[in-house]
Structure formats: C-alpha cells, structure tokens
C-alpha cells in the first residue's frame, strides 16, 4: 500500500468512522446533552487523527500543529459555558477566539510585537469572529448539510494550499477534519441520526480558520489568498440574498458548494502553476 493512502486511512478515514460511530452511540443518551457529546467526539476524533500522523501530542503543545489539537479540546467546553442571552454570548465567542489566537500564536510570541504581524493578527480575530458569527446565526436558516458542505469546501481548498505551499503535514492535519466533515455530511444525509450542528458551530467556523491563521504566520501564506478561502462563509452570510438556489436541503448544500467550488478550484489552479514541484 502507498505511505500517502496509508497515512490518509490511519489519520483521517479511521477518525472518521470513529466520530461516526461515536455520533450513532450517542443516540442512546439524553437529548440534553446528545450535543455536547457529539462536540467532544469531534475533538477527540481530531485530537486521535493529528497524533496518528504525527506521533506525538504533548501539553503544553510544543509545536503549530500541536497547539491545533489544543485547541480542539478548548472548544469542546463552548457548548457547555455558552449562555443563552446574545449579549453574553457574543462576549465569550469574542473570548474564545481571543484565546485561540493566543493559543495559535504562542510559539511565535517574540515576532509578533512587529506593526505588521499585531495588524494581520487582528484581522484574524475579527475574521474568525466573524465566521463563527455567521455560521451560529446561520444554523436556523440553512439546512445542517449546508452548513457543514459550505466549510467543507473552504477546508478542502485550505489543504491544497497548504500543500502547495509547503507543507504537506500542516495539508494533512487539515485533511483530517475534511474528513470528519464528510462523515458528518454523511450521516445528515442518510439521516441515519441527527447531527448537531448547532452545537458544532466551532468546528464549523473558527477551527478551520485558525488553520488559516497558522498558515499565514507559520508559513507567510499572503493573508488575502485565506480570506478568499472564506467565501463559502461569505455566501452563507448572504443565503437569502441568492434566490436561484433550491430550499430542499441536498440541493441547496450542492447549489451553494458549487457556487462557492468553481471560483476557489480556479483561484487554486493559478497557486499550483506557480508553485513550483511540490517535493
């Protein structure tokens, strides 16, 4: 068997059929907190991938992608801690994308008192915060297979451009939550048991664009190439503005994710001609 397919199979389809196992067993628990169980095997599902890749994990994280899987177990109590006026909520997204940042950005601390990276680091935090605002006030207007379809799309982009850029670990950890996307697609789909994708909403929105993040300050990525990557968040800010796409649910997830797929899949074939060889 190829390395590449057997490193895809170890870090990423086995996590995968682990969270999907994990979400049909949680069909036996109280509705309550049937959510907060389905969040926390999503983080270990991850947490299990990026140590299969990589073969070590260790707290505190000594490393990027280390730190990634740090940051997955944090998110896991947002569910737990969120409280229901806005007002507040609002605050502790704003907290928590403040401490992911921190979390994200650590291991560069005695670069980052430059004008430049204080600025981009900014923007980041607003851009995170932003997209966990969109996708949390999206989750009652769309369907949960576009809501997970559309990060998707802007996850699977992330990969090659990681990938193109140098480095295919960083390409893989993102990989692995392209996969863990799938099976919860998968399971919307068949309707085997209802996933809970307001509660996912972190994973769905902040995690992936703390990816971003790394790539841009770990790898000198240009910024604007991982806001382009945010369209499809842009395009779910807008859902209601788009009057052609279809409300049954597969189809709205299809319509969205190619409108979104056709100008990042071009945008990403401009990278790769210019990229040079990737080994």
């Known amino acids: 068997m190829s390395p590449l397919v057997a490193s895809f199979l170890r870090s990423a389809a086995l996590p995968a ?70 007002g507040w909520r609002y605050a502790l997204r704003a907290l928590y994308v403040a401490i992911a940042g921190f979390i994200i950005l650590w ?10 990276n204080q600025r981009n680091a900014l923007a980041f935090f607003f851009l995170g915060l932003g997209g966990w605002s969109i996708v949390e006030r999206a989750a009652g207007k769309v369907a949960p297979l576009t809501l997970i379809a559309l990060p998707l799309v802007s996850a699977t982009n992330l990969s090659f451009l990681l990938l193109f850029k140098g480095s295919a670990s960083l390409s893989q950890l993102v990989t692995t939550v392209c996969a863990l996307y799938g099976a919860l697609a998968v399971l919307t789909v068949t ?58 649910p597969l189809f ?10 056709g100008p990042l899949a071009y945008f990403m074939y401009q990278i790769f001609k210019t990229s040079g060889p990737l080994y």
């Open 17 to 86: 059929v682990l969270l999907s196992a994990g979400i049909l067993l949680s069909k036996l628990t109280p509705e309550r907190i049937r959510g907060k169980l389905q969040v926390l095997f999503f983080a270990l599902a991850y947490v299990l991938g990026s140590y299969l890749l990589l073969n070590r994990l260790a707290f505190p994280p000594h490393d990027l992608s280390e730190s990634l899987s740090a940051l997955a177990l944090l998110l896991v109590t947002f569910p737990f801690l969120a409280p229901a006026r806005l």
């Open 191 to 248: 309707g085997i048991q209802r996933v809970a994708v307001s509660a996912l909403v972190p994973f769905l929105s902040i995690f992936i664009i703390a990816f971003m993040a790394g790539g841009h300050f770990y790898l000198d990525i240009n910024p604007w190439h991982m806001i382009f990557l945010c369209l499809p968040f842009f395009v779910l800010w807008l859902r209601d503005l788009i009057p052609f796409v279809p409300r049954s």
């Open 107 to 116: 291991h560069l601390r005695d670069s980052m008192g430059t004008l430049l």
């Open 252 to 261: 709205e997830a299809l319509t969205l994710s190619l409108l979104c797929a």
